[in-house]
């Protein structure tokens, strides 16, 4: 049979896709090379009788038309946002709590800094300002820079709303802060350590970078885009695990119409005088389309899939130039108790994130052995305990643990990744856990340790990068994924990408899937 659009990869991002093209009509095939849909968000039963998000924990910002134009929230999908979102414990006994109330969070903070308490409302004030700017932005196409025509300008009307409410100034400041480091934009506003460790650790997640490095603030930003009310490092655990948000997706999918084929593993797109118009799978069959939608990574789809010999040689040099260089790992604990950390008095506190960010250096520090192709001794961990806000994801009594640590560099200096340099990566996370958490080791019933080599083969992510492409500004908005393919449209006719190394990248965000899918229905009109 002859679909009109063939979406190879059901991660969200390719559900989100096929569900806007089955809506308007389009006969669609998905078809997905591992056991189950969702790509990185997904929920496994990874020990048995205990239940992980594999890969991520927690979502931050949806595109906001999602929700409502899918009627996803229903019983299958339901988001807890934790409070304090993110509680950060300290070597002295001492800890900083993120709440989404401000003045809670002062208060927190006042034990470091009356200062800083003092300055906590006019910060968030000021970052949620900055985030209304790129909010607009994540749901547009990027214009072809440089060849911008009247119609491109026009399509960036969205931004004239935080224009008229926060005026040019903020838009200068946004400019401003963009390619600032993170100590930069701190040293405006902080001077408490906890605090200031903290935030950075929201600007290096997934980056092979410190937090010194430049433009580690819009990482910060982004993480940050639809941050409501000023809660920053904002949590929402998806109830039965980050894989009920894609099974939703897939069910809106199926009952639109969509077949989707999970293990159908695509080995090459089908071209023909540079359209494509099929897809060759390793089992061997063949299936025809009018467009081909690619979830998977640029360089996947198109080094790997399409074949550097159907591309222009200048096109093959700006897509092996993309930078991925993956950081980070996850390790996984099924626990027989919960952990007592020495600092933390109400289990409210273990409900959220848990980050190991003492100080802005302690992250740079932990960043410095990655340079050297290390893994660092006294990493960086952002620890959950899932199965504290939803019992079905562990046996009665016990627990679910997940970390997720930077950094583990995809390129070793020395040795490679093996059961070896997984261990001692397992016995860093441990032994900084213990510091708090004193006895933590004997709750250990059994563990899982993914390394960036594993991200890269059991998901596809090239180097293990979390986000198809690494999150800094030369692979921002109209670069992403490379300058002048920015509107998910590729070289080759009727071949389209929409997973998130494209605009506007990472995160559990759908937009991605709904902006290419907005490209795709509109060149279906023309
Ligand atoms: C360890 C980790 C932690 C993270 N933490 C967070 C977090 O806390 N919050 C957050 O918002 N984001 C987080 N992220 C980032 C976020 O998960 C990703 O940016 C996002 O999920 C990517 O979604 P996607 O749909 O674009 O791609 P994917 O989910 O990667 O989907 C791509 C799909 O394509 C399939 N595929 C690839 N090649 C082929 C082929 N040849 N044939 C068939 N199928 C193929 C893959 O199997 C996969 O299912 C994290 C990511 C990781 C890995």
Known sequence: ?????????????????????????????????RHSVGGIAITEELIPRFHFNTCVDYIRWLHPRLLKELKLEDDRFKVQWTDPSVVTPLPDGNCLRLSADASTTAESIRQFSKADAENWSGFIDRIAQLVAFLEPLYSMTPPPVPDLGLEHLISMRGLLKPLRKYGRKTLVELLRVLPMTMPELLDEWFESEPLRGTLAASAIHGLCQGPMAVGTAYLFLHNHVGCRNGALRPAGFVQGGMGNFSNALAAAAEHLGVDIRTNAIVRKILTDENQAGGVL?????????????????????????????????????????????????????????????????????????????????????????????????????????????????????????????????????????????????????????????????????????????????????????????????????????????????TPIENLYLCGSGTHPGGGITGAPGWNASREILRDLKN
């Not at 441990?430 to 998901?459: K, M």
């Open 281 to 489: 799978l390793g089992s061997g069959e063949e299936f025809k389309a009018h467009r081909i939608i690619s979830n998977a990574g640029p360089s996947v789809t198109l080094l790997d899939l399409v074949g550097r010999e159907n591309l222009e040689p200048r096109f093959t040099r700006q897509v092996k130039a993309i930078k991925y260089r993956g950081a980070m790992a996850r390790i996984h604990l099924a626990l027989n108790d919960l952990p007592r950390f020495r600092v933390f008095t109400d289990e409210a506190d273990l409900r959220g994130v848990i980050s190991i960010s003492p100080k802005l250096e302690y992250l740079e520090q932990a960043y410095d052995a990655a340079k050297y192709g290390r893994c660092s001794y006294h990493p960086y961990l952002e620890i959950v305990i899932p199965s504290l806000t939803d019992s079905t994801l562990a046996p009665d009594g016990k627990h679910t643990m997940s970390i997720t640590l930077q950094y583990a560099p995809y390129q070793l200096r020395q040795g490679e990744w093996n059961k070896g340099t997984k261990e001692a990566l397992l016995q860093s996370a441990l032994s900084t856990v213990s510091e708090y958490a004193p006895g933590f080791g004997d709750l250990i019933e059994d563990t899982v340790v993914l390394s960036p080599l594993d991200l890269e083969e059991q998901f596809g992510l090239t180097e293990g990068n979390i986000n198809h492409g690494e999150m800094m500004l030369d692979q921002f908005f109209f670069m992403r994924p490379v300058a002048g393919w920015a509107q998910y449209r």
């Open 1 to 33: 049979m002859r679909y009109d659009s063939i979406i190879i990869g059901a991660g969200h991002n390719g559900l989100v896709a096929a569900v806007r093209l089955a809506k308007a009509g389009q006969r669609v095939l998905v078809l997905e090379k």
